[in-house]
């Protein structure tokens, strides 16, 4: 009897040890048949250009003489630049969909998904596009010209692969309100709708000065520090910053910079008592919310700086 169980035990062996084989074999076949280069550009360091179009909307990163990328004209936040650079150059396909859902994943990907397209001297290099499912879990990409839609992973990475082609345009946008190089610092001026005694203006003689104000310097150098370094917590869209429309009804406090050459930069700001985040509107145009704790130190009045 034991003997008959033990045949049995050793025939259920080697069936699960061929099936376990058989299925290792098919898994290895399947996993390099897929071309994990399909997706790969062959100097990626020469990509000057990437346009990102999804319905209407349309992202264009642009490098310029400078060798600074822009966004639709833009600075563009550089850390964002090396995130998608990053993703084109690790992202792999892990295998390819199979038949009966290639045709829906492509009409997703046409319809919603994002055209990404390549550049290197306005040459297009690369041409695919990028969309994921429903709950932006599993990633999927479709070259311009195939019939094969990839699942696509960053290996060693549990990220939405997608996710950073998807980026509406504000999310691209440098994260410094005042990005330009304060050297060419001309005039600073600080407006309180709320309370206009409170206005100052700083100018640049030599040194910066406080018009009509005997200043302290450590305190006006410091005011300066901050604003110059004051980045943006997230840009938003239209429809996220409608949220924050009730906000418009507080006397906002305005920072214009002007730099040596005449251009402007602008915030306006809409500071709520008690409240984490801050409303703003940077140039005018673009809504943004900033951290509390980084507009507290600009929320000084033209009396807190005199000398003691």
Not at 10 to 25: E, H, N, Q, Y
Not at 82 to 88: E, Y
Not at 128 to 149: C, P
Request: glycine share 6%.
């Amino acid at each position: 009897m034991q003997q008959k169980r033990n045949i049995r035990l050793l025939i259920s062996l080697c069936v699960l040890t061929i099936g376990t084989a058989i299925l290792i074999m098919i898994f290895n076949r399947d996993s390099s048949a897929v071309d994990k280069t399909v997706f790969q550009v062959a100097d990626l360091k020469s990509v000057d250009k990437v346009v990102l179009e999804r319905d209407s909307s349309k992202v264009e990163l642009m490098l310029d003489a400078s060798g600074r990328w822009r966004v639709n004209g833009e600075l563009a936040d550089p850390a964002m630049v090396d995130v998608l650079f990053a993703t084109i150059q690790q992202a792999e396909p892990k295998r390819k969909i199979s038949d009966k859902l290639t045709d829906s994943l492509t009409a997703l990907l046409h319809t919603q998904g994002v055209h990404v397209s390549l550049f290197q001297s306005n040459e297009r290099v690369s041409d695919f596009y990028a969309g994921g499912n429903a709950s932006k879990t599993q990633a999927y990409f479709l070259k311009e010209g195939d019939d094969n839609v990839y699942v696509m992973a960053i290996p060693g990475y549990r990220v939405y692969t997608s996710g950073i082609f998807e980026l509406e345009s504000p999310g691209w946008k440098d994260k410094y309100v005042f990005g330009f190089n304060w050297q060419n610092f001309k005039n600073l001026n600080v407006v309180f709708t709320a309370s206009p005694a409170d206005n100052f203006d700083v100018v640049m003689d030599k040194l910066p000065v406080i018009t009509g104000v005997q200043a302290d310097t450590a305190k006006l150098n410091s005011f300066l520090d901050n604003v110059s370094l004051l980045t943006v917590d997230q840009y938003l869209t239209t429809a996220q910053a409608s949220v924050y429309d009730s906000a418009r009804f507080i006397p906002p406090v305005e920072i214009t910079v002007t730099d040596l050459s005449g251009k402007t930069y602008a915030l306006t700001l809409y500071p709520e008592p008690r409240k984490p985040v801050v409303f703003g509107m940077v140039q005018g145009r673009y809504p943004a919310v900033f951290n509390s704790r980084k507009i507290l130190p600009l929320m000084k009045s033209k009396g807190w700086f005199g000398k003691k």
